[in-house]
């Protein structure tokens, strides 16, 4: 069965020990399903346990069980996960519904404690929970590795067409160079025909002639030797030209980098080291109040004050709830210290251990960003490092080559001048071997083996123009391959470039669409707009942007301006929050992935409007599950199916 078909099906819960829950079955069919009751039945614990079905941690097992069990059945499939208390910790096990339940707790799982829904309440870095399930440095990793990639096939592409338009230049000279082969082998021709008609002239001397003509092919066999080491020489002191222009080049670029790129390498490698660990204390603390947070919630809720049941009120006799809550229902026995105290009191205190959550996670926020700023600090100095050691190998090397070359020259210039010596001794035994009667003939072997030799020269350039042509043909070739690769290159660099603008441009737009369409709806009084703005800081070097957040407000004779959210009432906040999740939730197609979004602790908001809300939400998820008050669950559609019981 497809994702999409599930979808459509009624999903059963199983749940065990979670929260305040002993056991419980639950059905939740596709569309609204309302989970309507008191305080302290139960509604935020099945919310969480469903998160825990999802994949998520943030579930607390019930105070007195050791174990417990979440189990979710959606069409053909089911999905179970235990709990088990381990010292201080829960161990969690089984298959989830998702793999990666982080961005559903950011965006789709909006209890009251959601980061994203608190927030845009609280006006916090907005931009910050956007991307955070976005691997930013991933994506800039990818981006340097395209770059490179098309720089290495422009620098190819360059050098072809620096090649393709020697071209014709080099069919020119091939041109000539056949044409000339061909003129000397026609004098050639010529010249031999000359000589056999000379030779039958002759009838003595065969054996000076013999000896002459042994000697005329040593000297035209050195001669060439000869010529063969001139273009050797010639193409190593090119190659030494060559190289001592790459190596100018490199030391150019040498000196444009700093000596020692990694100076402070120790002092930034112990400052990363320190906001690692500022990170991880900050994590560890905001887990533990998280935790805390919850635990006391979940108490609060499900009145489970078991705990306390030793000796003081316990050994008086009446129920373990008239003993904790006494003859006042605003009165409960603290579960920490055991003293009698008005309910208010504690969720004052949970308030204000989650306004010291929210700055720790604000600190936190800063922490990454000076993190994050001093990693990319340590990548390019290692990488100027490693650029400065890279260019220093390649001198190096240079200078090895060019002794090595120098080297080869010398060899072949002692050559040359040994062969030019043992010419010249050709020529005089040649010409000791000349006499009157061969003179004419003579004359004629010594030009056909200038021929011989010219010819041999031409063949030998016209074979390496040809491979040249050859080798540049076979390139310009794969030119066309090669631009179909870097097109490809420059459409992932423009996808890759533009994901993360492209990311908070929709959310910004979901965000303003889908506020000023509530507002609307819900016709909060005087408060003509909020919207958030994009805002691109620094330059284009570090570009960063973050999000604004701006209410704009009417008098009471129209005139406009503009408030902070700290104005706002709180029922206006909590709409603000829930609509940036949903922003979150569909930029982020969580819609396509996440069956259910969730809802609680919307008291803040009148019932009139909460029904409104509930209605708008439930056309973007496919299983929309509501925690509410009975009061407040009188004013929404009758069709919505109603859990009152857990």
């Not at 209605?615 to 919505?640: G, S």
Request: hydrophobic residues 35%; contains cysteine; proline residues 1%.
């Amino acid at each position: 069965m497809s994702i999409s078909e599930q979808w459509k099906e009624t999903a059963h819960f199983s749940v065990e020990n979670i929260g305040g829950i002993d056991q419980t079955e639950v059905d939740i069919p596709p569309g609204v399903t309302v989970l309507t009751g008191k305080n302290a039945t139960n509604r935020t614990s099945f919310l969480r346990s469903i998160m825990c079905a999802m994949g998520s941690d943030r579930v607390a097992l019930k105070g007195d069980a050791d174990q417990g069990r979440v189990e979710l059945t959606l069409g053909d499939t089911t999905y179970e996960r235990t709990l088990e208390r381990v010292g201080d910790s829960i161990q969690f096990e089984g298959d989830a519904y998702l793999d990666d339940p982080e961005v559903a707790g950011l965006f789709a799982f909006l209890l009251e404690t959601n980061d994203a829904r608190q927030a845009a309440a609280r006006d916090a870095q907005l931009r910050d929970v956007i991307m955070r399930p976005v691997d930013v440095e991933a994506i800039r990793s990818e981006i340097r590795r395209l770059e490179d990639e098309k720089g290495d096939i422009n620098d190819e592409l360059a050098r072809i067409e620096s090649e393709k338009r020697e071209l014709p230049g080099l069919e020119r000279r091939r041109t000539t160079l056949r044409e000339k082969i061909e003129d000397k082998r026609e004098e050639l021709a010529d010249l031999e025909d000359e000589i056999d008609d000379s030779s039958r002239d002759v009838e003595q001397g065969r054996k000076e002639q013999a000896e002459l003509e042994d000697k005329l092919q040593e000297l035209r066999d050195t001669r060439s030797e000869l010529e063969s080491v001139r273009r050797k020489i010639e193409r190593q002191e090119d190659s030494v030209t060559s190289l001592k222009s790459e190596r100018s080049e490199l030391e150019e670029d040498l000196a444009e980098l700093p000596e020692t790129p990694m100076g402070d390498h120790r002092d930034l490698e112990a400052e990363i080291d320190r906001l690692r660990s500022t990170r991880q204390d900050l994590n560890s603390e905001i887990n533990e109040l998280r935790s805390l947070i919850q635990y006391n919630e979940e108490r609060l809720e499900a009145e489970d004050y078991e705990l306390l049941q030793d000796g003081g009120a316990a050994a008086e006799g009446g129920s373990v709830t008239d003993q904790l809550v006494g003859e006042d229902d605003e009165t409960v026995v603290c579960w920490t210290c055991g003293s009698s105290v008005d309910r208010e009191q504690i969720e004052s205190t949970i308030d204000r251990l989650k306004d010291l959550r929210n700055k720790k996670v604000e600190r936190l926020n800063e922490v990454k960003s000076d993190l994050e700023a001093r990693k990319e600090e340590q990548r390019e100095a290692n990488q100027k490092q490693r650029r400065r050691t890279e260019i220093e190998r390649k001198i190096d090397d240079i200078d090895e080559e060019l002794d090595r070359r120098n080297e080869q020259i010398g060899a072949l210039k002692e050559q040359r001048e040994s062969l030019t010596k043992e010419v010249e001794a050709l020529e005089s035994e040649v010409e000791s071997l000349e006499s009157a009667d061969f003179d004419e003939i003579l004359s004629l072997h010594k030009e056909a083996n200038q021929l011989e030799f010219e010819i041999d020269s031409l063949e030998s350039d016209l074979e390496e123009i040809t491979d040249e042509i050859e080798s540049i043909e076979a390139d310009v070739e794969r030119a066309d391959d090669l631009r179909e690769q870097r097109a490809e290159l420059v459409d992932q660099l423009t996808d890759q470039r533009t994901k993360i603008d492209q990311i908070e441009a929709e959310a910004v737009e979901s965000f303003n669409e889908h506020m000023e369409s509530i507002l609307d709806i819900l016709a909060y009084e005087n408060i003509e707009r909020i919207w958030i703005e994009r805002i691109e800081e620094g330059d284009a070097s570090g570009a960063q942007t973050r999000f604004e957040l701006h209410i704009v407000r009417t008098t009471d004779n129209g005139a406009a301006y503009e408030d902070t959210i700290d104005h706002l009432s709180e029922s206006e906040r909590e709409v603000t929050g829930l609509i940036f999740a949903l922003a979150g939730y569909l930029v982020h197609d969580l819609h396509e992935t996440v069956p259910f979004m969730l809802l609680d602790s919307l008291e803040a908001i009148d019932s009139d409007r909460i029904a409104a809300l509930v209605e708008y939400f439930a056309d973007y998820a496919d299983y929309l599950v509501v925690a509410l008050l009975p009061e407040d669950a009188q004013a929404l559609d009758d069709d919505f199916t109603r859990v009152t019981s857990i």
